[in-house]
């Protein structure tokens, strides 16, 4: 459990700040936690004609459908389920003569509805639309995701398993998919007129009180859909969403071999690959860039020369062609390679001295696991075979499994038509793993397999874009990193060269993974320091950077301009906001602007360009307009000014410098900002920035601060803290740290 820095001191603080300054923190709850009318949808239906109807208030909205009539029973109820208190209709009718039901759950506090089809009979050819909304407010415009590999955005209606995002120019927005059964569920219609949720047509049939659900939001503000849609969804299906800190290659730096990086089935010859792996961790940790973890890619693992259409394919590398590591086919034994590692697996793991993670694709045709264990196409399904991996990957020093290949393996394995082959698949490989303590990622999903981790627990990322992290991948990256975000995925933009100063800072706002892959003495230290501690703690945001809704109409109308995205760091009601903006194209290189609104701030604020060192204040409600750089993106930092004035930068330097790594607690306090910050063992100085009208003192417990540097002219402060020998020590996620409080104030 992380720990607020100096509890104590802030509760001490916050008590001297007075009764007014608690009454107006008691009042934001009390108003977070209630009900809110205005909020909630409202289903009706009408028995005589089957027509039924999901009305909101904010946005005024309406959607029809209907059902053939009349309706055979109706029946309102009430309950609670894992999404919170609900009214519910429900309602029969008969289809091709069998029994089926409807129901539409409504929900008092959330603009959420729920759309649950349960056939009372088995049924075959089960293809019955609910809901069949063929009535939708005008003038919407729409947002899917293809159904190829990491998911694509695309601006029109996919018809697959994937959500629909439909928005209007003032960004009311809904967003409707399927809530169960994912991979043998699909969207249909255009999203304009029509918009439908139902089985694939290559469903043959259906057991008795075989049940299909459906989940929709209604709201205004694009991003905010997302943010009420995603944990509904992962709410019915019990998930328990990971914090971004939940296994190391969520936590700290890491050394990547998949394909981008230098060592993707390349090494020294001289070394070996085990060898060459090896000396770059020496010299890494020789030039202190402190990765705490290794991926394996597909290399390290027994392959044979079959692809994943049992036809021949050609080796990785042809010098190597009789070595099983080197081919490119499927999985023959899920076992370290003896060409690679003579002496296992475990060897190369306590010689590496750090966690592992590893790569895996699809089975073989011609592995023995076939006469093992129940496999579908390339897929294994039983659990068995999930149990077996699992236990031989936790004894060499693995915590995390990454499952590429995810769209190939639904598309040869049954996925679409089998009612039980793609659920199978990801739940006992999620259960197995989870028994021996090791989390998963996925990699090349399709939309419908990222909607399927919203029911696992220790499914805690995927990658969002295609093969090496370079400009082209930004759009694609940025749009389906809300996807994942909503779902409680953190994002994996791939790895890079960490000389691409740009790819490495979008990594890091991902609030995700960072990785890289550079050749042995090739690393741009400064660039990678720029996302860690000295001990290879990440300092991130607490979200995944995400497109603001502007960006979104943009893409609609097909206008040209620039993308802009941003993420943040929220603490104790201090909220710093990180924006990053590019050109996809150069016909897109414009001004850059936005307003405090627009990235999730309130009232004035102070806009910080970190690369060129530019600022500017502006009050409420004016917005910022600033030029792209010669890469053709810019990078800003933003914060609002609290009572005292003082807009917080955190830490000068890092891409994310109020990252909770460093600034665990931030609050502001009547006449006074309160930070705290977290030292790394080794670490003696951090260097805090930010900006105020005036110059202000600065009070240090638990440590020292030196002069405070002041630029009248543009309001910046600069201020060096350390901490004392006698500071207090503290544990905060496994990494104990010396902690500080840092007070800026006015002087008296």
């Known amino acids: 459990m992380r720990m607020a820095l100096s509890t104590l001191r802030l509760s001490i603080y916050r008590a001297l700040a007075g009764v007014a300054w608690m009454a107006a923190a008691l009042a934001g709850v009390t108003g977070a936690s209630g009900a809110n009318a205005k909020t909630a949808l409202r289903a009706e239906v009408n028995p005589n004609t089957g027509v039924y109807t999901l009305q909101s208030i904010s946005p005024a909205w309406t959607f029809t459908g209907s059902v053939p009539a009349p309706v055979q029973a109706l029946h309102r109820t009430t309950g609670k389920d894992r999404i919170g208190a609900y009214r519910q209709v429900r309602f029969d009718w008969l289809y091709k003569g069998k029994l089926v039901s409807g129901a539409i759950r409504t929900y008092r506090t959330v603009p959420v509805a729920q759309f649950i089809l349960t056939f009372q009979q088995a049924t075959a050819h089960p293809q019955i639309p609910f809901p069949d909304f063929t009535s939708e407010p005008h003038g919407l415009h729409i947002l899917s995701y293809r159904n190829n590999s990491f998911a694509p955005p695309q601006f029109s209606a996919g018809q697959s398993g994937t959500p629909w995002l439909l928005f209007d120019n003032h960004y009311n927005a809904a967003i409707i998919s399927p809530a169960r059964h994912f991979t043998i569920m699909t969207m249909r219609g255009n999203g304009i007129s029509h918009t439908l949720v139902r089985l694939n047509q290559n469903v043959a049939a259906v057991g008795a009180k075989f ?72 010299h890494l940790r020789a030039r202190h860039i402190p990765i705490h973890y290794l991926e394996l890619d597909s290399w390290w693992y027994r392959k044979d020369s079959t692809n994943y259409l049992g036809k021949k394919a ?30 296992g697996l475990e060897a190369f793991d306590r010689q590496a001295g750090m966690p592992l993670v590893v790569h895996g694709r699809w089975i073989s045709k011609k592995s023995p696991y076939h006469k093992r264990y129940k496999i579908i196409g390339i897929a294994p399904v039983d659990l068995r075979y999930w149990n077996h991996i699992a236990t031989y990957l936790h004894d060499n020093g693995v915590e995390t499994y990454l499952q590429d290949w995810q769209s190939t393996i639904a598309r040869y394995s049954d996925f679409f038509s089998n009612v039980t082959a793609g659920h199978d698949f990801y739940h006992n490989m999620a259960k197995g793993m989870a028994a021996h303590g090791i989390t ?116 609609a109308l097909h206008v040209h301009a620039p993308v802009i995205a941003r993420t943040y760091t929220h603490q104790d009601g201090v909220k710093t906001a990180y924006v990053f903006a590019f050109a996809p194209r150069p016909q897109d290189k414009k001004a850059v602007t936005f307003s405090a609104h627009d990235i999730g701030l309130k009232g004035a604020m102070y806009v910080y360009n970190y690369f ?27 914060a609002s000014p609290g009572a005292a004035g003082i807009a917080f930068m955190g830490q000068r330097g890092k891409f994310v410098g109020t990252g909770r790594a460093r600034i665990p607690s931030l609050a502001n306090l009547p006449g006074a900002l309160m930070a705290s910050v977290a030292f790394a063992p080794g670490e003696d100085v951090v260097t805090l920035h930010g900006f105020a009208p005036y110059k202000p003192t600065v009070t240090v417990h638990g440590g020292m601060a030196g002069a405070v540097m002041y630029n009248r002219a543009a309001q910046h402060f600069v201020v060096r803290v350390s901490p004392s020998i006698t500071a207090p020590m503290r544990e905060i996620d496994g990494s104990v740290v010396k902690e500080v409080d840092v007070v800026f104030s006015r002087a008296k």
């Open 211 to 282: 049940q299909i659900r459906s989940i929709m939001v209604i709201t205004h503000g694009i991003n905010h859909a997302y943010d009420v849609w995603g944990p509904a969804l992962t709410s019915l299906g019990g998930k328990t969403r990971p914090s971004n800190e939940a296994a190391p290659v969520l936590r700290y730096l890491g050394y990547w071999t998949d394909n981008g990086a230098t060592y993707y089935y390349h090494f020294k010859p001289k070394l070996g690959y085990a060898g060459t792996i090896l000396a770059e961790k020496r």
């Open 314 to 343: 050609r080796p990785m590398l042809p010098k190597y062609e009789h070595q099983d590591w080197a081919k490119f086919g499927g999985v023959t034994h899920y076992t370290a390679s003896r060409h690679l590692f003579p002496k």
């Open 612 to 638: 060129t060192g530019a600022s500017a204040r502006l009050s409420a409600g004016q917005k910022f307009t600033g030029a792209l750089g010669a890469d053709n993106a810019a990078y800003y930092v933003c």
């Open 440 to 555: 998963v990622m996925y990699c090349m999903p399709l939309p419908c397999e990222l909607l399927e981790s919203s029911e696992l627990n220790n499914v805690l990322a995927t990658r969002v874009s295609n093969d090496i992290f370079i400009r082209p991948r930004f759009y694609a990256c940025l749009f389906t990193s809300r996807l994942a975000g909503a779902l409680g995925l953190w994002p994996w933009d791939d790895v890079c060269m960490s000389w691409r100063t740009d790819n490495v800072l979008l990594q890091n706002l991902s609030a995700g993974v960072v990785g890289f892959g550079d050749p042995i003495g090739k690393e741009n230290r400064t660039n990678l320091m720029r996302t860690c501690r000295s001990d290879g703690v990440l300092i991130k945001p607490d979200v995944p950077i995400v497109p603001i809704d502007r960006a979104y109409l943009d893409g």
